[in-house]
């Protein structure tokens, strides 16, 4: 079991970056496979990026392929999300969420998939 808290929202003008963290207070953070998901008002829950048990196995959503990069720091328990040229359809809520599992193909993208959520942090675009 783990617990998720995340960080690092806020207002940024269209155009800019922002990098969120999400600490995992498990002892075996390495074992998770970890996700990040936004929903926008009205809208539903959507999935953004993963990154599997390795760095190197990630995912994006292509609406954010080439602005955003997810990364973990396995030694802080810590898993990353850096956001550059943001629009303002990028506003949303953002959650850390994390899996037990390994991500297979199509699976990384459903909310379902993961076992464990963080409470969320407001981002904000402006134009």
């Known amino acids: 079991q783990v617990a998720l808290v995340e960080s690092g929202g806020g207002l940024v003008q269209a155009g800019g970056s922002l990098k969120l963290s999400c600490v995992g207070s498990?002892?075996?953070?390495?074992?998770?496979?970890m996700a990040w998901f936004r929903q926008a008002p009205g809208k539903e829950r959507e999935f953004v990026a993963a990154v599997g048990w390795i760095p190197s196995n990630t995912y994006y959503a292509d609406s954010v392929e080439g602005r955003f990069t997810i990364s973990r720091d396995n030694a802080k328990s810590t898993v990353y999300l850096q956001m550059s040229s943001l629009n303002p359809e990028d506003t949303a809520v953002y959650y850390c969420a994390a899996t037990r599992s390994g991500l297979d193909r199509g699976a990384f993208a459903y909310t379902w998939t993961y076992d464990f959520w963080g409470q969320g942090t407001q981002v904000t675009v402006s134009s």
């Open positions: 498990g002892r075996a953070f390495q074992s998770y496979a």
